[in-house]
Structure formats: C-alpha cells, structure tokens
C-alpha cells in the first residue's frame, strides 16, 4: 500500500493562497503557521455561546461567509467551535457569554480543552484548509434539514431568511448536542467533509463533497481500518490528516498489487 502527499506544512500559506469568502472585503490576514495580524471588518457579525449545546448561536448575520459556514436547525443558525474561533481570529465575529464579549485568548482555551468535539489539532487543520479556500464542515452533520425549492430560491427573500424559514417549517426531533457528541480523538475516523471553493455554494444542496477528512495518530492506518472507513463514507475519497510539531500533512492511499511469486 502506498500513499501520496496530499499537501505540506500550513506553514508558507502566502496571502496569494488566501480565499476570502467575501468578496467585498479586503484579505484580512498573513498566515504563516499562525494568524500573526488581525484587523477588524466593516461588518462583524454577533453570537451567543451556548454552553450546553457546544455551539454558537448566531443573533446578528454581517457579510457573506455565513453562507458557507453553521449548520441551520430549527430556524436558527449555529457555528461549531472551530468555525466560531476561525471567524473571531479573522474579525468577522463577536463571541459573547453572560453579557461579555469573549477575547481570543478565552476562545483559545476552549478549544484546547478538547471540549465540543473538537481539540487543538481539528481546529489547526480546519484553519489551514479555510485560508486555502476549500467549505468545511463536520462529517456526518447535514448543513440544513430541508432542500429550497425552486418556488423558494426565486423569491425576493435573502438566502439567510430562505435559509432559516425552510428549517423551521421541518424541525428535527433530535438535538445539536447528540450530533456532536461521542468524538474520540484516539481513534481513525472521518472528522471533516472538505468541499472546493465555489462562491455559489448553497446548505441546501452541498453536493458530494471532494473528500472525508479523516485524522490519524503518528502511526498510519491499518489495511482493515482504511476499508472500514471507506464503506462508511459510502466510496467518497478519503484523506488523511497527521499533525506533527505544528505540521499539518494530509495524505491518501491507493491500492497496491504486488506480483504472485512463483
């Protein structure tokens, strides 16, 4: 079994590589590693960290990169922890609790006590491949309950109302936290679908994503724990993740004959 480098380091990502999902604004940050500028955004939007659910509740929309970033339920749009600190470090979101905006530093921490599904490594990755441009989202967890019809998509609503209207009309029985609970770190398993850019992406119909994003321990998988993963995620490729020293690599397999000897 072989294996191909899928991408280096997320170190040297130059502001070239930068996507930015809104189009209006100015790239608003160097990264060579780390976010080593910050500068804030005309347009910032405003959530409310929900401790029980592990998520952020968006309260005020600003700008575009909602569209492709939170999952909608029941009328309202949240962001998993990893999209609410990428969203702070980049200013395009305030994070309150209790009344009081949260600093970076305080999102920090939250992520680095591996707390709602996510931990230190998840977050550095799902970093590096937003600055590159690529639509990530937890594997598994459907952007929104509902497809837009046509009659829907035509109208003069704004895709956020369209968005939060046709969630509400069909609400799910069961609950942000049961999707995002039970994630191990120590174990091989799909962590992120990672789509391509594409500025006309739509939560209604994501489409199959590009690959499933899965993280491995310093040691690659094993034959049988590749072929288990590659029947759950239904023949999408797979990718894999390794984090080392600050270095984020992906790689993937490919099926290897080996001659029958005599």
Known sequence: MEFEEFAISSGGTS?????????????????????????????TSMAYWKDELG?????????????????????????????????????????????????????YKMVSQG????????????????????IVGRHGVPWTLRRLTKTESKSNETMEEIMVKSDREHEDTSTVVEMFEGMHFDEVKPVFD?????????????????????????????????????????????????IEHGRVSFFSFNSVELPQLP
């Open 194 to 242: 990672v789509y391509p850019p594409n500025s006309n992406f739509q939560k209604s119909s994501p489409g199959i994503p590009s690959c499933v994003l899965c993280f491995t321990s310093s040691l690659p998988p094993s034959k049988q724990e590749i072929s288990n993963l590659e029947r759950r995620c239904n023949g999408i490729p797979l990718k894999f993740c390794n």
């Open 55 to 107: 998520m952020a509740e968006i309260v005020s929309y600003k700008g575009k990169s909602w569209r492709s970033t939170g999952i909608v339920r029941e009328g309202k749009i949240y962001y998993s922890i990893e999209e609410t600190l990428f969203m702070a470090e980049i200013g395009a979101l305030h994070l309150l609790q209790d009344d009081h905006c949260l600093l970076l530093e305080e999102i």
């Open 15 to 43: 502001d070239s590589e930068v996507f930015v999902e809104d189009a209006n604004d100015e790239e608003l940050c160097d990264y060579s590693g780390k976010l080593s500028k910050l500068q804030s955004r005309k347009e």
């Open 115 to 134: 707390k709602y599904g996510c931990c230190w490594e998840f977050f550095e990755v799902y970093r590096h491949l937003k600055l590159l441009g690529y």
